[in-house]
């Protein structure tokens, strides 16, 4: 049994080096640390990436333009005309949503929507203390109207 297992060893080892030996002169055939060799591959491989970069552009669609405050957008109307009423948003935060300090009034220009939508909810609710007419305007507007207006005072900039 001993003879068995010390013959299956030695045939084992006999493979092992065979391979080890093709392996090698498979090898020795194409030099990989080679200065010209490593260039080539270096330059392939970076016309294949333009080449992917240039495909990927192609298919790409133009980036869309930043949205900018369009007047002649009825909605946009609607949100001025909310904005600017009196006793709502304007008489306390400015024609421009520039802040009043003196009314404790905060600076809305150029605040995302969400979070003016948020704000404007969180003040409606109760659980953010307001000053003067701020809960009692919530109430007098549905969803879509706070939505508008918030877009609206998102695209303003203080000057």
């Not at 990436?49 to 002649?72: F, R, T, V, Y």
């Not at 006793?87 to 003016?116: F, N, R, T």
């Not at 939508?117 to 953010?128: A, E, M, T, V, Y």
């Amino acid at each position: 049994m001993t003879r068995i297992i010390l013959f299956t060893f030695f045939l084992s080892l006999c493979a092992f080096f065979l391979n080890l030996a093709g392996y090698r002169t498979e090898h020795d055939k194409t030099v990989v640390l080679n200065r010209d060799h490593l260039i080539k591959k270096l330059d392939q491989y970076k016309k294949d990436q333009e080449a992917l970069l240039a495909k990927k552009d192609s298919k790409q669609e133009p980036e869309k333009k930043e949205e900018g405050l369009n007047l002649e957008d009825p909605k946009i109307q609607a949100a001025i005309a909310l904005y600017t009423e009196a006793g709502k948003c304007a008489s306390c935060h400015g024609d421009q949503a520039q802040g009043i300090e003196s009314a404790k009034a905060p600076l809305l220009a150029g605040q995302h929507s969400w979070y003016i939508i948020d704000q404007f909810s969180q003040l409606g609710s109760g659980s953010r203390p307001a000053q003067a007419a701020a809960p009692e305007v919530h109430k007098s507007l549905n969803e879509q109207e706070i939505k508008d207006v918030a877009k609206y005072i998102s695209l303003l900039r203080v000057e």
